[in-house]
């Protein structure tokens, strides 16, 4: 398990912070959107 405080003390994993934020809104950007697509009957049958 990753100790994020550890991680936020330094400067030099900013950059992996960031494109870990970016990474987890795509994720649940792209959820929302599946979620729609099978409220709406789309035909996407995803487990």
């Not at 990753?2 to 870990?20: A, K, R």
Request: glycine content about 12%; charged content about 25%.
């Amino acid at each position: 398990m990753v100790n994020y405080m550890d991680s936020w003390m330094s400067p030099s994993t900013e950059q992996g912070l960031e494109e870990e934020e970016a990474f987890v809104v795509g994720f649940l950007e792209g959820y929302r959107f599946i979620k729609e697509l099978q409220r709406s009957g789309g035909g996407l049958t995803l487990v």
